[in-house]
């Protein structure tokens, strides 16, 4: 029987003789990086970059600062607070084996509900030099009919009349940069780590929005004196589960309240434009451009429109796990034909990428039964995804007489999905900022009016205006309505 030993500063030495450890000095860091959102993709990703970083070289200047941004956030920040910013990372390769390690890279950890002055004051630190984010898809305010910032977010609203106790991530990085300009201070990145094309360039002009409102005086500084690089990030990461955490304490012995799981593959992609020193990410494995965008969207397009794919369809058809739904000849079939028909014809400029290759590595990766990726957790919030991960292809196809008939087919099998129950008749777990809303037109759509779903302008924009794509949809959705998701999947294979 292993004894269990508590995560945490004091107990690393311990620990040390269990699994690898940082190696560096942890107390004679400084804090180059403040990020936002700090949930397992950044544990996975950046923060693993950076802490390999730590291990090979000396420097000392670059150790982040985690920020939970939102009330929900209270249990991550009150469990790696108390385990001083340490995780166990363990990636679950192909073969079953586990290969475990403490990351040590995250020094400080704040809760902004708790204290936003100290959140904002940490921002403008002249020590700080890079605001990293992961604040979802939908965290970036964007309003897909519109084309432009939600100025009437309730959240945004009060932010605007609370500048020093925001809720928003633009409420506290107008306000840290307004004082680092009334400071004196250098000029700061902001890099997005999120999956959005042209993610740096979304950023920029969905703060320059909200400065505009708040402090316009602040938009010429913000122009001259912030950067926001492009990126590309990849790695697939599932929820912690119960299981994770009890595998620790018996393999090892270590007890640690949130580790973080994830598949051995990873990727970063980078623009490299920061205009106040970066880390030499590139000697840990990133990759520094000078255009990003087309590695963004061979990236959001297959592999994260993948996942939307596999994770309704496999809803659907009452599987719990991505493994599961790939494993499903029809499903993976499906999503051949989707990513082969209409991804691969909207992509260019891939200079030394082997999209075949990369596309059987997808499905591979998808594939990883060790993963145990959860569907409701790839379905979460896909109000925000769809537009970004399907819908560029779908406009893509329409302006230059592609298929649309897979994406049809999908966007019909979400409307069903919406409705709550999958081909069993067993509720499914929909976690959406617009759950009411897509229940609401999920249930007109059921009503002899397929086209309701599409009435979504937010989500869709103008979408319901194309002719042929109303018509595939409809068609799908009859379909799936009358032979059921199965049947349906395997008749569009045949097409």
Request: aromatic share 8%; with cysteine.
């Amino acid at each position: 029987m292993v004894n269990n030993i508590k995560l945490s500063q004091k107990n690393l030495t311990e620990i040390s003789k269990r699994i690898s450890c940082p190696t560096y000095d942890r107390g004679n860091l400084k804090t180059g990086i403040v990020h936002i959102g700090i949930g397992g993709f950044h544990r996975a990703h950046e923060a693993y970059y950076t802490d390999q970083l730590l291990h090979d070289t000396s420097i000392t200047e670059w150790g982040i600062c985690g920020v939970a941004l939102l009330p929900s956030d209270t249990k991550i920040y009150s469990t790696l607070k108390a385990q001083d910013g340490l995780y166990t990372l363990t990636v679950k390769e192909f073969d079953g084996s586990l290969s475990k390690r403490v990351i040590g890279s995250i020094t400080e950890i704040l809760f902004a509900p708790e204290n936003p002055t100290h959140v904002i004051e940490k921002m403008a630190s002249s020590e700080v030099k890079i605001i990293t984010l992961t604040i979802t898809e939908g965290g970036y305010n964007y309003n897909e009919a519109t084309k432009s910032f939600d100025k009437e977010n309730p959240a945004i609203v009060y932010d605007i009349a609370n500048p020093l106790a925001p809720k928003t991530v633009f409420g506290y990085l107008t306000q840290a940069l307004k004082l680092r300009k009334e400071n004196g201070s250098k000029g700061i990145t902001i890099q997005s780590c999120d999956n959005i094309q042209g993610n740096g360039h979304m950023a920029k002009k969905m703060l320059l929005s909200y400065v505009q409102m708040a402090e316009p005086s602040l938009v010429s500084w913000i122009e001259q004196n912030v950067s926001f690089p492009n990126s590309m990030v990849d790695r697939i990461t599932p929820a912690t589960s119960p299981n994770d955490i009890e595998r620790l304490k018996k393999e090892v012995g270590i007890d640690d309240a949130w580790p973080v799981v994830c598949e051995p593959f990873k990727q970063w992609v980078i623009e490299d434009d920061f205009v106040n020193g970066r880390p030499l990410w590139e000697a840990v494995g990133a990759q520094f451009v000078e255009d990003v965008v087309p590695y963004e969207k061979m990236k959001l397009s297959l592999l994260n429109a993948g996942h939307t794919v596999l994770g309704v369809l496999g809803a659907l058809s009452g599987y719990s796990t991505i493994d599961e739904a790939v494993h499903d000849v029809q499903i993976s079939t499906f999503l051949k034909h989707y990513m082969d028909t209409e991804v691969t014809p909207t992509l260019a400029d891939l200079e030394g990428v082997d999209l075949e290759a990369y596309k059987a590595s997808l499905l591979q990766r998808f594939g990883n039964v060790n993963i145990k990726d959860q569907i409701d957790r790839i379905c979460s919030e896909s109000s925000a995804k769809v537009p970004i991960f399907v819908l560029p292809t779908v406009t893509t196809n329409l302006e230059t007489n592609g298929s649309v008939d897979f994406a049809a087919f999908l966007i019909a099998a979400w409307a069903i999905y919406s409705l709550g129950k999958d081909e069993n008749g067993d509720d499914l777990i929909i976690k959406d900022a617009m759950k009411a809303t897509l229940h609401d037109r999920a249930l007109l759509a059921s009503s002899e009016n397929p086209k309701a779903f599409l009435e979504i302008e937010s989500i869709f924009g103008q979408l319901i205006a194309s002719k042929r794509f109303v018509d595939a949809y409809t068609k799908a959705y009859q379909n799936l309505v009358k032979f059921g998701i199965k049947k349906s999947v395997l008749n569009i294979n045949t097409i």
